[in-house]
């Protein structure tokens, strides 16, 4: 007698088989995904700061007596942000626009001698401190400006 398809037991075998492939790449498929997170947020944060420092850089073309201040921004989400400044726009106000991820909380300051932004930014995936030199440093869960 010609049988055509499987028994009970080879289905369950595959069923197990299956089983044991999924516990094992569920784990590393999930940290994957949570390191690609982390990654866009860093990559966001450090191009915040690069459109921030190339907008004082065409302010300062545009209006040669420009005086930015120290800015102290807290992201609600808009992507356009305004630094206090002297001698500049109508209102002495130099509005930064950024269409990327705005981060949910950011404290930054501008440093005229040097031309460069530090400061602290907080988002989904992670909080990075911006150094002087323009490096992006990742703060731990545990600093007070990550809660």
Known sequence: MNKKGFTLIELLSIIVILAVIALISTPIITNTIAN???NSDRESAREYVRIIETS?????LEYPNIVIGSGITNATGDATREWP???CSAGNKLKVEYKGTSPQKATLSYDADTGKITG??????GCWEVTANGDLSELTASDSFCQ
């Open 56 to 60: 004082i850089t065409q302010a300062a």
């Open 120 to 125: 602290k930014l907080k988002y989904a995936n």
């Open 36 to 38: 690609v997170r982390k």
């Open 85 to 87: 400044c002297t001698n």
